[in-house]
Every structure is written in C-alpha cells, then in structure tokens.
C-alpha cells in the first residue's frame, strides 16, 4: 500500500513538473507587418513602431441645418463600417505611456433617407427632394480612403518571447485616442426599391451627385488597448453648393 501511494505521489509530482516547465515555455514573438521589408526586426530586442488590422462598425448620420438624428435618415439601418491598417510608433524609446498613430482606413458609410425622399442633382446642385411616388427604400452610401492621424495615451503591456525578445501589446491597458482623419470619396452611390406593376425594383444611381471628394474631421476613440467605443465628426459638407449644408456623424465600436 505505502509502494503504491509513494508510487502515485512521484507520478503526480512529475506531472506537475511537466506543465509547470512547459508553462515557463516563451511563446515566440508574434510577426508583424513591418517584418516583411525588415527581417532583422524579428531579432531585435524591442521595436519603436508595429502595426495591427482593425475593422470597426456603427451607426452614422448627417446633421446640420437643424437636422437632428433620426430627422432626414433613420437611425438604425445607416451605419459605417471601416477596415484598415494602423501603424503605432512610440513617442519615446523607454516609454510606452505616449504613441503616434497613423494608417489607412477604408470606410464605407449608408443613410436611410426617410419619407420617401432621394438626392437629386440638377445644374450641379444637389438636393434632398420628394420621388413623387412611394418607396420601399431610400439609401445613399458611400466609400472613402482615409488616413487617419491620433496620438494614443496609456501604458500597454511589456511581454517577453524567446530569444529574449520584448514587445508591447496584450488587451488589458485602457487607451484614449485624440486626433482626426483627410481622405478621399472613391464612389458615391443611391440605391432606390419600390413597386411597379406588381414587380419589385431597384434602381442604382452611381457618382451622379456633387459631392465634396476631398473629406476631413476630427476622430477620438476610447477602451481597451485592442477594442474601443470610437467617434468622428465630419468637418466639411457632404456635398458642394448644396442647400443641404450637412456633416457625417458616426459612433461605433472598432478590434484591433
């Protein structure tokens, strides 16, 4: 009985030597981006900028003129909805409370226009009018590239790989983000469903309105170092010499 229990012990106590020893194990160092046009970033020690993917999506709108929310477009049903590149870089090499970001961004954003009504483009001026007849769905969208520009506040976490390799990420930190974005419209787009005859149909109109195709705003953002609750505002006019003098307004959540 004492052999056997002695036995047990030495089996358990080698067990947990095991899985203590390979819980010691350093994972190696994730890769990054910038690995590709630089191999020996993989061997040194610490690096000064690295890059994450993020997508983000939420709920947009247009205000001005006395436009509130939910007004001219619905709430629910007009979104955005971005994915992009983002590049960190570290103010200063021994500390990691201030960072600079910056990258490119796709964005695509919808308005549900309410009450039956479309943008319409006449002597290149562009308006929110009445269709004249009754709609299933009014819908504008368009998509940008942005580059968007923010200096990141609070300490991530140091975490060392093999080889002696540290890097500063993981998900606890809390971060604020305070900067803004410039970029460029690449389509814009009013989609249409109603019936006719008893036959459902859409109608698609394709860059035939007078947009503004240059835009900029300021953008903040607020959470976890690899999820946060983020929000933009438009500073230019959606469209140029427009009686609808009107800015995106977006709120959402992005991962990175």
Do not use: C
């Amino acid at each position: 009985m004492k052999t056997n229990l002695l036995l047990i012990i030495t089996v358990i106590g080698l067990f947990n030597l095991g899985y203590a020893q390979e819980e010691n194990e350093l994972e190696d160092a994730p890769y990054d981006f910038l690995d590709l046009f630089d191999e020996s970033r993989r061997d040194q020690e610490t690096v000064m900028t690295n890059t994450k993917l993020y997508v983000g999506f939420g709920f947009n709108q247009a205000l001005g003129d006395g436009n509130g929310i939910g007004d001219d477009y619905r709430f629910w049903g007009s979104g955005v909805f971005d994915v992009g590149l983002e590049f960190s870089t570290r103010l200063k090499k021994e500390d990691d409370f201030m960072r600079f970001n910056y990258g490119l961004t796709m964005r695509i954003q919808s308005l549900r226009i309410n009450d039956d009504k479309v943008f319409s483009t006449f002597n290149n001026v562009t308006r929110l009018e009445d269709a004249g007849f009754d709609l299933d769905g009014s819908r504008f969208t368009q998509v940008s590239i942005l580059a968007p520009v923010h200096l990141e506040f609070g300490r991530r976490d140091l975490k060392d790989y093999e080889d002696g390799i540290k890097r500063y990420g993981g998900t606890k930190p809390f971060v604020v983000g305070v900067g803004g974005y410039i970029g460029l419209v690449s389509t814009s787009s009013q989609e249409i469903k109603y019936e006719r005859e008893g036959r459902d149909v859409t109608n698609t109109l394709t860059n035939d309105f007078e947009v503004n195709n240059f835009q900029y705003g300021l953008s903040v953002y607020a959470g976890w170092n690899d999820s946060q609750i983020f929000a933009t505002y438009g500073l230019n006019d959606i469209f140029k010499d427009s009686p609808v003098q009107q800015q995106y307004v977006t709120l959402g959540v992005r991962f990175r």
